[in-house]
């Protein structure tokens, strides 16, 4: 996902999975900057590009294409003001983005001739880090054009991801009120949902007409976090609702009078009343006849061009050129060799019986679930943290880069609990006014087995996206562009990673909790093969959640939560997998190349120091970073 579908994601969630302590306080290097001795050892000076300064490196031009590149960014984010406010801006406080097909149109025109200038710009008189900006925007550019073919096949309402719960999370979580001005925005923003959900309801009724309509078992989660949101105080009776006690806890933090204080309440009540309540009232209603037209068929192959589709978004997030059957084939190669591992775990505690009890096991005892309350989720929310905590204290021992911002664990808010899913990561605001934040979804206790809390907190946390995205915001000397930037792959790729690391330095003491570190892995390896039999091989959802089922350990909700994720993301779930295996595969080719001089804290540096990347620039990046090592035996 690059810059102008971020600010798309933006504007509908704040599931940003995009990464931990604040151990080390000087700032990362920058990719074009040769690491100093004093931070590294053994060969790993090397780590990040340091050989830019060629003779035929021509400063205009790297000053004209990081010029560019800013420009780039700058014109695409001023037409978000979602993502200027996921950035901690100010700026457009009280708007939300423009979400109509002339608008949207008008953005590809805006790519189309930001490719062209950027075509401009002669690569053979740059530096090799703003070689690699280049060669990685003209890549975005150029996929993101291609998208727009297809940008009627998703699903801008559904159970992950939603426009009407995109905005509350919004609101809440990177809304801040610091005075009177951005109460007043925040309320502007309430006033103009009704609008907002206009467009989104034009946007559905053009996919509807092109015949892209969610499943059938969608509807039940968005209607139902639409009323959510619309329920208590002061839409009904009963205690305040999500948005007004979002409000008024902001606003009675102001340093302002109480009759102030007061008004700016009685201003969002009456915003809430005229016009929150009916936009989202509205919305219910449309997506309830919608509903009517919806089918059971589940994947991409039902869309116009549904295996194209599919094709496309099988490369955007594996950033490879491997098909569905290649991908599909791996997956049950992978799901083969992780049962093996698991036998191993059986042995050692003990346990007598097939694989499938000892699922079965893992599953139904309760030494492995709190109870679903207050004190349970309570527990399980301080020993995630704890497992952080104990890992953030490890740091050194795997990596020279270290991220500034700080990490904390919280409970999905119970607006969108129901329906999100089981973990994810929010990025810390770049200026340093928000942590980082580890969502665990607490709703139901039952799917969130303890033996799975420690890879889950890696991945999540450290040394996984945490480390690696607040490492990527906090880098100097790279354009916006790449400090925000994702690809899939890379960024799923390297929180599966993170949860291999951890048991490389001594953790997952506890075998129940290493077999929840293959459980985990498991989990994306059979991702592989049921999102393409889904998408690919016309899966039914339920042949799909029969598959996870019989070959994981993981509770019933989780198969069914997740297969449902995957029918309205395709391709999405195949990234992790793939990304973590092209890690693994350029760590031990390293290892085997450099011998004694591999160092695992420089080849991380290789791989988190340049920001984003996509698995075959990765693999460019890694070869380079070999071959100056070995050049200084």
């Known amino acids: 996902m690059h810059l102008n579908k971020t600010l798309i994601a933006a504007a509908i969630s704040a599931l940003v999975i995009t990464g931990c302590d604040r151990a080390e306080e000087k700032p990362a290097p920058s990719p074009d900057t040769e690491i100093s001795a004093e931070t590294t050892t053994d060969g790993a000076e090397a780590a990040t590009s340091g050989s830019a300064q060629e003779s035929s490196v021509n400063p205009e031009m790297v000053a004209k294409a990081n010029q560019l590149f800013e420009d780039h960014f700058q014109e695409l984010l001023d037409r978000s003001p979602t993502f200027k406010t996921f950035l901690g801006m100010k700026e457009d406080y009280d708007k939300w983005d423009n979400l109509s097909p002339e608008f949207e149109e008008e953005s590809h025109e805006i790519v189309k001739r930001q490719l062209a200038e950027l075509k401009e710009i002669d690569a053979s008189q740059l530096d090799e880090s ?29 159970q992950m991801y939603a ?31 009704p609008a907002h959900f206009d467009q989104l309801i034009a946007n559905l009724d053009d996919r509807a007409e092109a015949g892209i309509i ?37 606003v009675e933090k102001l340093e302002i009078s109480d009759e102030q204080k007061q008004a700016l309440i009685e201003k969002a009540k009456t915003a809430m009343v005229d016009s929150v309540q009916p936009a ?126 700080d990490l904390v664990v919280k409970a999905v808010e119970p607006f969108r609990e129901r329906s999100a899913g089981k973990a994810f990561y929010q990025r810390p605001a770049p200026d340093g006014s928000r942590p980082g934040i580890y969502y665990a979804n607490l709703y139901n206790t039952s799917d969130m087995p303890t033996y ?18 607040s490492i990527a915001q906090e880098l100097e000397g790279i354009p916006k562009f790449r400090k925000f930037g994702s690809y899939t792959a890379y960024t799923e790729g390297w929180g599966l990673y993170s949860e291999l690391v951890p048991k490389e330095i001594g953790l997952y003491q506890d075998p129940y909790s290493d077999f929840g570190r293959l459980a985990m892995e498991l989990w994306r ?87 984003a990347v996509p698995l075959d620039v990765l693999e460019e990046l890694v070869d380079e970073w070999v071959a100056e090592v070995k050049a200084q035996q």
């Open 130 to 158: 703003t070689a690699l900006s280049l060669k990685l925007a003209i890549r975005n550019k150029e996929q993101d054009i291609e998208g727009f073919k297809w940008r009627l096949h998703t699903y801008p309402v559904n």
């Open 163 to 193: 426009v009407h719960t995109g905005v509350a999370s919004l609101l809440i979580n990177q809304h801040r009120i610091d005075s009177v001005d951005d109460a007043e925005a925040y309320i502007a923003r309430l006033n103009a949902l």
């Open 214 to 250: 969610p499943p059938k078992f969608v509807f039940p989660y968005v209607i139902s976090d639409g009323k959510n949101l619309i329920t208590g105080a002061p839409y009904t009776d009963g205690k305040d609702s999500t948005l007004l006690k979002d409000f008024k806890g902001k």
């Open 280 to 405: 989202y009232e509205e919305l219910i209603a449309h997506l309830g006849e919608l509903e009517k037209k919806a089918t059971t068929d589940d994947g991409a192959w039902k869309f116009p061009e549904g295996d194209d589709y599919y094709n496309h978004r099988l490369s955007v997030y594996t950033t490879t050129d491997m098909t569905a059957d290649e991908i599909h084939q791996k997956g049950l190669e992978e799901v083969e060799r992780i049962h093996g591992e698991m036998r191993e775990i059986m042995e050692k505690v003990g346990f007598e019986g097939s694989l499938q009890e000892f699922f079965e096991f893992m599953r139904t005892d309760e030494q492995f679930y709190y109870p679903n309350t207050e004190e349970g989720k309570q527990r399980y929310l301080k020993e995630a943290t704890a497992i952080i905590d104990n890992m953030k204290g490890r740091l050194d021992e795997l990596f020279i880069t270290k991220p500034k911002a």
């Open 452 to 469: 799975q809390m420690e890879a889950l907190a890696y991945h999540e946390g450290i040394p996984g996206h945490h480390m690696q995205l």
């Open 525 to 611: 390896a059979a991702r592989l093969v049921v999102d393409t039999g889904i998408h690919s091989k016309k899966w039914t959802r339920e042949e799909a959640i029969d598959y996870l089922g019989e070959n994981t350990p993981n509770p019933k909700g989780d198969q069914v939560k997740a297969i449902e994720r995957y029918i309205v993301m395709p391709g999405q779930a195949t990234a992790y997998k793939i990304g973590m295996l092209k890690i693994v595969e350029l760590r031990e080719k390293a290892k085997e190349a450099l011998g004694d001089q591999f160092d695992i804290r420089a080849f991380h540096d290789v791989v988190l120091a340049n920001g």
